[in-house]
């Protein structure tokens, strides 16, 4: 079993930044690949980043490319999501997860966070 917790969501005008934590407990999270996704109102659960997991590989929606940076400290069993240049149609719940496959998908990953709620004001 592995235990996520995010941190570091909160509430920021657009063109702002914040960096959410996902810290990870339980069975050696190191052999895990590990992503990002978000949940707006209403809409599905989708994809945003993922990251291998020694970390030499990531991969990203590309409306976040080139402001949205994932990154992973196995040493602290941490994921990172640095989030710049932040748009208010980013204002979702923001779940980490943890799974055995490097996928996108949602349904291959066998761990999941509570979410942290991010807010972006226009």
């Known amino acids: 079993q592995v235990q996520l917790v995010e941190s570091g969501g909160g509430m920021v005008q657009a063109g702002g930044s914040l960096r959410l934590s996902c810290t990870a407990s339980?069975?050696?999270?190191?052999?895990?690949?590990m992503g990002w996704f978000r949940q707006a109102p209403e809409k599905e659960r989708d994809f945003v980043a993922l990251?291998?997991?020694?970390?030499?590989?990531?991969s990203y929606i590309d409306s976040v490319k080139g402001r949205f940076t994932i990154s992973r400290d196995n040493a602290k069993n941490t994921m990172y999501l640095q989030m710049n240049s932040l748009k208010p149609e980013a204002t979702a719940v923001y779940y980490c997860?943890?799974?055995?496959?490097?996928?996108?998908?949602?349904?291959?990953?066998?761990?999941w966070g509570q979410g942290t709620q991010v807010t972006v004001s226009s």
């Open positions: 997860a943890a799974g055995r496959l490097i996928s996108k998908a949602r349904g291959t990953y066998d761990y």
């Open positions: 339980g069975r050696t999270s190191g052999k895990y690949h």
């Open positions: 990251i291998s997991s020694s970390g030499d590989a990531t």
